[in-house]
C-alpha cells in the first residue's frame, strides 16, 4: 500500500475516532495567569472581571494572617488584594510553569517584592525585598469565571528550590 495513502487513511481513522458531540474543553491558563498578576501585582479590577461571585482564595498563611482558612466572595478577595498591596511594593511576579486541564490550572510561581507594610500587629515593616514561591491550582466555573484559589506556598519556593536541579528526561 502507498506510503501516502497510509498516512491519509491514519488520519481520517484519528478525526472519526474524536468525540464530535462534546466541544473541546477551554484553556484557561492565560485567564489564571491574569488573576494571579492581578491579585499579587496589585490590579484588583481583575476580581470583577474573572471571578465568580462566590469565589474562594485559601493558602496556609490565611490561619496566621486571618484567623481564617479560606477567604470568600468577591468582595473579601478585593479587600484581600488591596491589603495585599498596601503591604508589598515593587512586586515582581514570575510564572515558572502553567499546565492545564478542562476546568483546572496549576501555576508554580514566585513572587519578590518590598516590604512596606505588616498584616500582622506588632511586626513594623522591614522596607526589605522579600520572596517566596508556591504552587497554586485555580478552578473555574460553567462561565469560565476562576471559582477557587487554592494555593501553598514557601520559603524559598518550588521553583527556587529546584533551580540548580538537573533533570534527564
Not at 9 to 18: R, S, T
Not at 120 to 147: A, C, M, R, Y
Request: aromatic share 10%.
Amino acid at each position: 500500500m502507498d506510503k501516502h495513502l497510509i498516512i491519509i487513511l491514519f488520519f481520517i481513522a484519528l478525526n472519526g475516532c474524536q468525540n464530535t458531540d462534546s466541544p473541546l474543553k477551554e484553556d484557561y491558563t492565560a485567564t489564571a495567569v491574569e488573576f494571579f498578576n492581578g491579585i499579587y501585582g496589585c490590579d484588583s479590577t481583575v476580581v470583577d472581571r474573572l471571578a465568580s461571585p462566590d469565589v474562594i482564595i485559601t493558602y496556609p498563611i490565611f490561619e496566621k494572617l486571618f484567623n481564617t482558612r479560606v477567604l470568600r466572595g468577591q468582595q473579601v478577595v478585593r479587600r484581600f488584594a488591596a491589603g495585599f498591596c498596601s503591604r508589598w511594593a515593587e512586586p515582581q511576579i514570575t510564572i515558572h510553569r502553567a499546565i492545564s486541564e478542562g476546568e483546572n490550572v496549576v501555576l508554580v510561581w514566585s513572587f519578590r517584592a518590598r516590604n512596606v507594610g505588616s498584616a500582622l500587629p506588632d511586626t513594623p515593616p522591614s522596607n526589605k525585598i522579600e520572596s517566596w514561591g508556591g504552587i497554586t491550582l485555580f478552578q473555574f466555573d460553567e462561565n469560565g469565571k476562576v471559582l477557587a484559589e487554592i494555593g501553598e506556598e514557601s520559603v524559598p519556593g518550588p521553583a527556587a528550590r529546584t533551580d540548580s536541579v538537573k533533570y534527564d528526561n
